[in-house]
Nanobody, 116 residues
């Protein structure tokens, strides 16, 4: 049974930093593409960043240069380092696991609130 557990969200002031973590279990972690998505109130869930099993990264234009996704296959964990946070970064951040051609799983989400 594949499970994802996010952590690291919280309340931060504009310009601050946070690091989100997503720990996976029940899967050969290194085989998966991992992504971070977010959903702001009243808006659709959107891709923030993604990292493939080979380490190729993709970022939403709105976070390029401020956010960095990385993975530690020895810890079955993907990270999202966020700096220079803005109020528009506020939302619930979800971790997503993709086993290409097989299955996808979502974490439960972690709240990030950027206060001005």
């Amino acid at each position: 049974q594949v499970q994802l557990v996010e952590s690291g969200g919280g309340l931060v002031q504009v310009g601050g930093s946070l690091r989100l973590s997503c720990a996976a279990s029940g899967t050969f972690f290194s085989f998966n593409t991992m992504g971070w998505y977010r959903q702001a109130p009243g808006k659709q869930r959107e891709l923030v960043a993604q990292i493939t099993n080979s380490g190729t990264t993709t970022y939403a234009d709105s976070v390029k240069g401020r956010f960095s996704i990385s993975r530690d296959n020895t810890k079955n964990t993907v990270y999202l380092q966020m700096v220079s946070l803005k109020p528009e970064d506020t939302g619930v951040y979800y971790c997503k696991l993709i086993r290409p051609g097989q299955y996808e799983r979502w974490g439960q989400g972690t709240q990030v609130t950027v206060s001005s």
